[in-house]
């Protein structure tokens, strides 16, 4: 599908000015051969409750300006305006749905079962493309020859797109950073070849937080990571977003992830057990930190007895040997 332009779209709310209400991406050179050629790019927003954002979403990726595009929604059975806003706009995109589901991860694989696209990304109901994006990653897919992978930079803003963080500067990481808690790799600003899915599966459906690194990791266990200077998306922080709330079911699905990983690792047995270490520590203390009912001192004690666990010598056993049966996290109860 070729991108819309600005006068097709319906007119934007009221005193919304800028990308993407009232102005849009230049369209690009209208050719059959031209739209041919230009790579097909699937993009799928999973979506739940987020009416005061999606519009906005919506708008930044059918305004690209870009000849061949698949844009898929699927939302979770939003209660707020969000199915309003998306009926709006829904004979410019190739498939949407709205129905209970069992999480953004579930919601991304219905959305991938209608994929047709040679080119992979899913852009968050609070996020954005900026202006020209698919275009840029389209110039590096167009070669058979470049990464399956490419990441961008990013824009991180607040609820009112008060500039927050620009990130430019994305290093070219390997699967065993991300395994060794080195790096973190955007999920925003990250497409890859859609043939990708049939080498490494799709998004693990048991994850809710972390279930985009676990794929990052399998992906890049397989094709290697490509940047570029410039950038790509806007990601928002706001007080409902899944991203920015830090909790323990996170941290637990962090936890569990790189520890299933990392026997993997083809490094030095001391570096990969200062990353053990580092991984059991750091769930330690979100437990810690989010155990009820205890005061500070006797957290400061747990969190000075607990190493005698993490270094027990059945622990380094499982970590050195590859032996992946859970590790209990021993002398600590869970939360209530």
Same mark, same amino acid.
């Given at each position: 599908?070729r991108? %819309?332009? !600005? ?5 934007p709310p ?8 009232t102005?849009e991406?230049p369209?690009?050179?209208e050719?059959?051969?031209y739209?041919?050629l230009s790579?097909?790019?699937s @993009?799928?927003?999973?979506?739940y409750?987020?009416?005061?954002? @999606?519009e ?6 059918l305004? +690209?300006?870009y %000849? #061949? ?5 699927v939302d979770?059975?939003?209660t707020?305006?969000t199915i309003d806003?998306i009926?709006? *706009? =829904? $004979? *410019? ?9 069992r999480?953004? $991860? ?5 959305g ?9 990304t ?8 900026? %202006? #020209?994006a698919l275009?840029?990653?389209s110039?590096h897919f167009?070669d ?6 490419f990441s961008?930079?990013?824009l +991180?803003?607040? =609820?009112c797109?008060? !500039?927050?963080?620009?990130i430019t ?5 390997s699967w ?23 080498v490494?599966?799709?998004?693990? =459906?048991?994850?809710?937080?972390f279930?985009?690194?676990e794929?990052?990791i399998r992906?890049l266990m397989?094709?290697q ?8 998306t806007?990601?928002?922080f706001h ?7 830090s909790?323990l ?6 936890h569990d992830?790189l520890?299933?990983?990392?026997p993997?690792v083809?490094?030095d047995?001391?570096?990969k057990?200062?990353? *053990?270490?580092l @991984?059991?520590? $750091?769930y330690? @203390?979100?437990?810690?930190?989010a155990t009820?009912?205890m &005061? ?7 969190l ?5 666990s993490?270094t027990s010598p059945? $622990? ?7 032996? &992946?049966?859970?590790?209990?996290? =021993?002398g600590?109860?869970? %939360?209530?």
């Amino acid at each position: 599908m070729r991108c %819309p332009t !600005l006068s097709e779209l319906p007119p934007p709310p009221p005193h919304r000015v800028g990308f993407p209400w009232t102005e849009e991406t230049p369209q690009q050179v209208e050719s059959i051969s031209y739209a041919q050629l230009s790579p097909k790019i699937s @993009i799928v927003t999973p979506s739940y409750n987020q009416g005061k954002f @999606i519009e906005e979403t919506i708008r930044s990726v059918l305004l +690209q300006g870009y %000849p #061949n595009l698949e844009y898929i929604i699927v939302d979770g059975g939003s209660t707020d305006n969000t199915i309003d806003v998306i009926k709006k *706009y =829904e $004979s *410019y995109l190739k498939y949407w749905v709205s129905e209970p589901d069992r999480g953004q $991860s579930h919601a991304l694989n219905k959305g991938i079962d209608h994929v047709t696209g040679d080119v992979f990304t899913f852009v968050n109901s609070d996020d954005l493309l900026v %202006p #020209n994006a698919l275009q840029r990653v389209s110039n590096h897919f167009c070669d058979p020859a470049f990464s399956w992978v490419f990441s961008g930079g990013l824009l +991180q803003v607040d =609820e009112c797109g008060k !500039l927050l963080r620009e990130i430019t500067d994305l290093p070219s990481i390997s699967w065993e950073e991300l395994v060794m808690a080195k790096r973190y790799q955007p999920q925003s600003g990250t497409f890859w070849r859609t043939q990708a899915f049939d080498v490494v599966g799709r998004f693990r =459906e048991d994850l809710h937080y972390f279930f985009d690194q676990e794929f990052f990791i399998r992906l890049l266990m397989h094709y290697q990571l490509k940047t570029a200077e410039g950038i790509f998306t806007q990601v928002r922080f706001h007080s409902e977003a899944k991203s920015y709330q830090s909790n323990l079911s996170c941290s637990k699905e962090k936890h569990d992830v790189l520890l299933e990983f990392l026997p993997k690792v083809q490094t030095d047995w001391s570096s990969k057990f200062l990353s *053990y270490r580092l @991984i059991r520590l $750091s769930y330690i @203390i979100d437990m810690v930190a989010a155990t009820k009912e205890m &005061n500070l001192m006797k957290k400061l004690f747990l969190l000075v007895r607990t190493p005698i666990s993490w270094t027990s010598p059945t $622990s380094i056993k499982r970590v050195l040997l590859s032996d &992946n049966r859970p590790i209990p996290l =021993e002398g600590l109860d869970a %939360p209530r």
